[in-house]
Nanobody, 123 residues
Framework: VQLVESGGGLVQTGGSLRLSCAAS????????IGWFRQVPGKEREGVSC????????EYADSVKGRFTISRDNAKNTLYLQMNSLKPSDTAVYSC?????????????????WGVGTQVTVSS
């Protein structure tokens, strides 16, 4: 089982990026999965998640209206579209799978993690 993120990079304030999380060894359509971010010296923060099958999504207040999570079941890939990026969005972004069917932004209930992709937003 593996999750591999891509799509990070350097972008100016106000710009956009789309992160991808490709899964192998599990069907993302059947899983509750999420995006998290972490800055060195700070705790990991839940950004967004989507529950299994056609379940609900959740967003952190800091990204509501700017970020959109989606899942392409045919490609077995999770996405995070990030618009109107701010310097405070700078972090390593990781995708993860939880053993619950309903997603949550609490990192401790996620048991499969990708290694992450760096997002840097310049001012």
């Amino acid at each position: 089982v593996q999750l591999v993120e891509s799509g990070g990079g350097l972008v100016q304030t106000g710009g956009s990026l789309r992160l991808s999380c490709a899964a192998s060894g599990l069907k993302l359509a059947n899983e509750a999965i999420g995006w998290f971010r972490q800055v060195p010296g700070k705790e990991r923060e839940g950004v967004s998640c989507v529950s299994s099958h056609t379940g609900p999504t959740e967003y952190a207040d800091s990204v509501k209206g700017r970020f959109t999570i989606s899942r392409d079941n045919a490609k077995n890939t999770l996405y995070l579209q990030m618009n109107s990026l701010k310097p405070s969005d700078t972090a390593v972004y990781s995708c993860a799978r939880t053993y619950y069917a309903t997603c949550t932004l609490t990192p401790s209930v996620y048991n499969i993690w990708g290694v992450g992709t760096q997002v840097t937003v310049s001012s």
